[in-house]
């Protein structure tokens, strides 16, 4: 079964850290690039971050330097790694494998950080 499964998300206070991840099963999860997108109510979904199969990674201005995404291909799971969360951060996170114009979506995690 190709899936998805977010977890780590919860309530975390401003400048705290949350630590998301991203389990994928049924596909061929190292030629993959993995990503982690958000969306925050009543705003678009935005791309925060993405780890290419090669190791390549890019990130949102709004996060360098404070999120760090990774991965591990012999767990078949992607990370995001948050630090000094602020209230903006607020959403849900959604992981995203892409390979060529196949496109995977997990469920969302709700991260929710209080002031």
């Known amino acids: 079964q190709v899936q998805l499964v977010e977890s780590g998300g919860g309530l975390v206070q401003a400048g705290g850290s949350l630590r998301l991840s991203c389990a994928a099963s049924?596909?061929?999860?190292?030629?993959?690039?993995m990503a982690w997108y958000r969306q925050a109510p009543g705003k678009q979904r935005e791309l925060v971050a993405l780890?290419?199969?090669?190791?390549?990674?890019n990130y949102a201005d709004f996060v360098k330097g404070r999120f760090t995404i990774s991965r591990d291909n012999a767990k078949n799971t992607v990370y995001l790694q948050m630090n000094s969360l602020q209230p903006e951060d607020t959403a849900v996170y959604y992981c995203?494998?892409?390979?060529?114009?196949?496109?995977?979506w997990g469920q969302g995690t709700q991260v929710t950080v209080s002031s």
């Open positions: 049924g596909i061929n999860f190292s030629r993959y690039t």
């Open positions: 995203n494998a892409q390979e060529g114009l196949k496109s995977l």
């Open positions: 780890v290419a199969s090669g190791g390549y990674t």
